[in-house]
C-alpha cells in the first residue's frame, strides 16, 4: 500500500531515486541541495537502496561519473544547485549530445554575484540549450513523481535525453509537506530497469562512446538531438497519462491549466509561485474577474504549440519570471513571445519577482493580473517588463 | 611478461595517425598489448582522441569513452563503479591521460579518485607540455624548456620553473601501486604494466616518459635513446610504490644533463647557468628519490 508521510522536498527527491532504483550515485554537497545527497547515503548505508554511492571531489566531477556510468549501461543519480550546476556546464552538454538519459533534481538557487543561497532560476535558466529537458514542481509531491517520471520520458527510445527536475530552494527544498510514497512494485511496474540498445562500453561488443567529429557530421547530431527534444513532447503526455493511471496523479503533462475553460486572461507560472497563483485565481474569480493560471511544468522541451492554443482562447497573457536575461527579459517570457509570433497578436507582459528568494506575495500576483487584464482590454503592451517589489522601481 | 611473450595481436591497431616516434602512441600500443581485450578506455581531449580515429574511424578494438578534458580519472571511476554493478569486476578500466591532463587541469578529479582508491589504471604518458594544442607549457614541462608559452625572447627564454613531480604526489595519497616508468627500459615498463593490470580493485597509476618529436624539436628516430638518457642523468628515476613499499629499479649513472639536453632542440637555448641550474636539479631530485625509498623501505 501507498503510504503516506510528511517530508520535505529535499527527501522526496531522494526517495523518488530510490524508488527509481538507481545503480550509481554522484554526490558533492551544496546548499541547498545538499540533504538530497545525504538522504540517499542513508538509504544505502541502510540498505534500503543498493548501489554504488560516490562522494566525489566536485559537481564537475559529478556529473562526469554520472556521463560515465550511464555511458557503462546503468541508471545514474546525482542532485545540486546553482554554483554546483554552473560547474557542470560544460558536462551538461557532453550527457545531452551523448543521449545519456540521467536524472537530476536541481534545487533552483540564486547565482552569484551577490552570493545567496535561496531561490531564483538563473541556475537552470542559464541551461536551457544545452540539451536537458527540464521541469519545474510546485510541491513535494510533484518532485517525488516526476524524478521517476524523468527517467520514464529519458529512457524512452524515441528520447534519450537527460532530465533536470527542478524545484525551488527552501520554498520546497526545506519545507515539509504530506506525501504519498507509491509502492516499489509499482514503480517497478512503471519504471523497468535501463537496458541501452544505443550507448553502452562492453568489450565483447566494443563501441566508442564520445568519439571526434568533423564538421562533416557535427550538424546531423545537432539535428538528431533537435528530433528527440520534439518527440520529447509526446512521450511526455504519455508518461503523464500512463503515471495518472497507475498512480492516481495527473499532472496534465507539459502544461497543467487551472480555471481556464472561460478564461480572458492567464498567467504563467514556474515552480512554487504556481501554487500562490491558484489561491489569487480563486480570489479574482470570486470577485467576478475572468483569469486562469497556466502552470507551465516543462519548459524544455517549451510546448509551444500548447501556449499557441492558450493564446488563440485569451485576450492578453502574463507571464512571471524568476530569473532574468539581462537587457531583454525573463526566459518564458522571451520563449512566450517568439511561440506568438506570427501566431498571434494579443499582449503578452512580462513579470519579474522573487529574485534572489524574495517572496512573492499575493498582492504582487494580483498586480501582475491586473496589467494583464488592462492590457486585454486595451489591446496594446504599455511596459513589456514589469519589476515587482523592487526598492526604487515604480512597478 | 617479456617482450617475446607480447601478443602479435594489437587492441590499438596501425591506421592511427600519430606522427612519426611519437611516444604516446607506443605506450597506448604496448600497454593495449599487455592490458588486452577486456578493457574499457577513457581518453581526455588530448593528441590521443584525435589520432586515435576521427568519427567514424577508430583505431581501438575495446570500447572507449571521451567525455572531456580535466575528469579522466573520475570518468574511469564511473565506468568501474558501473562495472561494479554489472558484476564485470574483471574488466580493466584504464586512462590515457597527458602530463597538461593529469597534472594541471586533470590533478583534481585525479587526486579524488586516489583518495577514494577507485578500481582503476590511470596511465599518464608524460611528453611534458600540452602538445595537442601546438606545444604549451605545462606544470610538467622541465625546466629550461621551450615551448609556445614560453619563448625564448630577449629578456626571459624558457620554462622558469621545475617540472611538478606527480608520482610523488601520488604516494602521497597512499595510493596502492604508483611506478614510473620510460620507453628506454621495455622489461621494466612491460612489468609495471602487467603488475598495474593484476593488481585488481584498487587505483594504480603509472607515470611513462613519452618523447614527442616536433614539440621536442626532436629527431624521430631518437625516442628510445633520449628514453634511456633520462634515467641515465638522474632527470627521471625508474621506481615502483608499491602497498607502502619504494623501489628504485634502477640506479641512474648521473651522465650530464647536457648530454640529454643537447639533442633536443627545446633546450637549445639553455646558458651555462641554465644547464647548472637542471644539472642541481637531476642531482637534488636522485637524492630526494633515494631518500624516499629509504623512508618507503
Not at chain 1, 43 to 66: I, T
Not at chain 1, 231 to 258: L, P, S, T
Amino acid at each position: 500500500m501507498a503510504e503516506r508521510r510528511i517530508v520535505t522536498g529535499n527527501y522526496a527527491a531522494a526517495y523518488g531515486a530510490l524508488l527509481s532504483r538507481v545503480e550509481v550515485i554522484a554526490a558533492y554537497p551544496i546548499t541547498p541541495q545538499t540533504f538530497i545527497v545525504e538522504h540517499v547515503s542513508e538509504f544505502v548505508n541502510d540498505g534500503k537502496l543498493d548501489a554504488e554511492y560516490m562522494p566525489v571531489e566536485s559537481e564537475h566531477s559529478a556529473m562526469s561519473a554520472c556521463v560515465a556510468a550511464t555511458a557503462t549501461g546503468v541508471r545514474s543519480y546525482t542532485a545540486t544547485s546553482s554554483q554546483g550546476l554552473a560547474l557542470m556546464h560544460e558536462v551538461l552538454y557532453v550527457a545531452a549530445g551523448l543521449h545519456l538519459p540521467i536524472v537530476m533534481p536541481v534545487v533552483n538557487r540564486t547565482i552569484a554575484a551577490p552570493i545567496g543561497i535561496w531561490c531564483e532560476h538563473n541556475d537552470t535558466m542559464a541551461e536551457r540549450d544545452s540539451g536537458w529537458l527540464q521541469c519545474f514542481c510546485e510541491n513535494n509531491q510533484e518532485v517525488l513523481d516526476m524524478v521517476v517520471q524523468a527517467y520514464k520520458v529519458a529512457e524512452n527510445t524515441k528520447v534519450l535525453l537527460p532530465v533536470m527536475v527542478n524545484l525551488d530552494a527552501f520554498i520546497l527544498s526545506h519545507t515539509v509537506e504530506p506525501v504519498e510514497f507509491p509502492d516499489q512494485k509499482d514503480v517497478d511496474e512503471f519504471l523497468p530497469r535501463y537496458d541501452p540498445k544505443h550507448a553502452y562500453l562492453r568489450p565483447k561488443d566494443p563501441m566508442v562512446v564520445g568519439s571526434f567529429a568533423s564538421p562533416e557530421y557535427i550538424q546531423e547530431f545537432r539535428y538528431q538531438t533537435e528530433e528527440s527534444t520534439q518527440n520529447a513532447k509526446e512521450v511526455i503526455r504519455q508518461v503523464n497519462d500512463e503515471f495518472a493511471e497507475k498512480f492516481g496523479r495527473d499532472y496534465g503533462g507539459a502544461v497543467e491549466e487551472y480555471r481556464m475553460d472561460d478564461a480572458e486572461v492567464a498567467l504563467i507560472t514556474l515552480g512554487t509561485v504556481s501554487a500562490t497563483t491558484r489561491d489569487v485565481v480563486d480570489e479574482l474569480r470570486d470577485e467576478g474577474k475572468s483569469v486562469g493560471l497556466v502552470k507551465m511544468r516543462w519548459f524544455r522541451p517549451y510546448p509551444t504549440e500548447i501556449i499557441r492554443d492558450i493564446a488563440s482562447r485569451v485576450k492578453a497573457l502574463g507571464v512571471y519570471d524568476r530569473a532574468m536575461s539581462f537587457g531583454t527579459g525573463g526566459p518564458s517570457y522571451m520563449d512566450t513571445k517568439s511561440a506568438l509570433y506570427g501566431h498571434s497578436t494579443i499582449p503578452v507582459l512580462g513579470f519579474l519577482a522573487g529574485l534572489g528568494g524574495r517572496d512573492v506575495m499575493v498582492k504582487d500576483i494580483r498586480l501582475m493580473f491586473e496589467r494583464t487584464l488592462e492590457a486585454a482590454k486595451k489591446d496594446r503592451v504599455e511596459k513589456e517588463v514589469t519589476w515587482i517589489g523592487t526598492r526604487g522601481v515604480q512597478p | 611478461m617479456k617482450m617475446k611473450d607480447l601478443p602479435e595481436e594489437d587492441w590499438f591497431v596501425n591506421g592511427h595517425t600519430a606522427c612519426p616516434g611519437c611516444g604516446g602512441a607506443t605506450v597506448v600500443k604496448i600497454a593495449m598489448k599487455v592490458f588486452g581485450p577486456d578493457t574499457i578506455t577513457y581518453f581526455p581531449a588530448n593528441c590521443l582522441l584525435v589520432f586515435g580515429g576521427t568519427y567514424p574511424l577508430n583505431s581501438f578494438k575495446v570500447p572507449y569513452l571521451h567525455v572531456l578534458f580535466e575528469n579522466s580519472a573520475i570518468c574511469a571511476a564511473g565506468i568501474s563503479r558501473a562495472l561494479k554493478r554489472l558484476g564485470k569486476t574483471d574488466t580493466s578500466v584504464v586512462a590515457f591521460a597527458g602530463d597538461g591532463g593529469t597534472a594541471d587541469i586533470g590533478i583534481q578529479a585525479l587526486s579524488g579518485a586516489a583518495e577514494r582508491n577507485e578500481d582503476i589504471i590511470y596511465v599518464c604518458y608524460d611528453n611534458e607540455a600540452y602538445m595537442n594544442t601546438g606545444i604549451q607549457r605545462s606544470g610538467a614541462t622541465p625546466f629550461g624548456a621551450w615551448t609556445t608559452t614560453t619563448p625564448v625572447g630577449s629578456v626571459e627564454a624558457g620554462k622558469g620553473e621545475y617540472k611538478k613531480d606527480i608520482p610523488r604526489i601520488m604516494m602521497a595519497h597512499d595510493a596502492p601501486y604508483v611506478a614510473t616508468a620510460t620507453l628506454g627500459f621495455i622489461p621494466d615498463l612491460l612489468k609495471k604494466l602487467e603488475k598495474a593490470k593484476n593488481k585488481k580493485g584498487c587505483f594504480r597509476y603509472l607515470q611513462i616518459y613519452a618523447p614527442c618529436p616536433p614539440g621536442w624539436r626532436m629527431d624521430a628516430s631518437l625516442g628510445a635513446k633520449i628514453s634511456k638518457m633520462v634515467v641515465d642523468t638522474g632527470l627521471w628515476t625508474l621506481y615502483e610504490f608499491e602497498d607502502g613499499k619504494m623501489t628504485i629499479n634502477k640506479k641512474p649513472k648521473m651522465t650530464p644533463v647536457e648530454e640529454y639536453t643537447k639533442l633536443q632542440g627545446r633546450f637549445r637555448h639553455l646558458t651555462k647557468e641554465n644547464l647548472a641550474a637542471l644539472q642541481k636539479y637531476a642531482e637534488d631530485k636522485w637524492r630526494k628519490d633515494q631518500a624516499l625509498a629509504e623512508a618507503y623501505s
